[in-house]
């Protein structure tokens, strides 16, 4: 059975893949990995919940 984060992460990388340039999919994948950094950093600062940072990550990934 998929998970409803797996069918949303293929969802995302279908359409991604269909409109997007090699740099514009490179961009998308160093701007993630500096919203990623930036939540952890916040939880291990204690700024964020765990639950609080995942969910930011989600409506990020969810919005783009």
Excluded: F, H, I, P
Aim: glycine content about 4%; some cysteine; overall charge negative.
């Amino acid at each position: 059975m998929v998970s409803d984060a797996e069918q949303q992460m293929k969802s995302l990388l279908r359409r991604l893949l269909a409109g997007s340039s090699v740099e514009e999919l490179e961009d998308y994948v160093s701007a993630l990995r500096e919203v990623k950094q930036a939540l952890e950093r916040a939880c291990e600062q204690g700024r964020l919940s765990q639950k609080e940072a995942d969910m930011v990550l989600n409506n990020w990934l969810v919005g783009q």
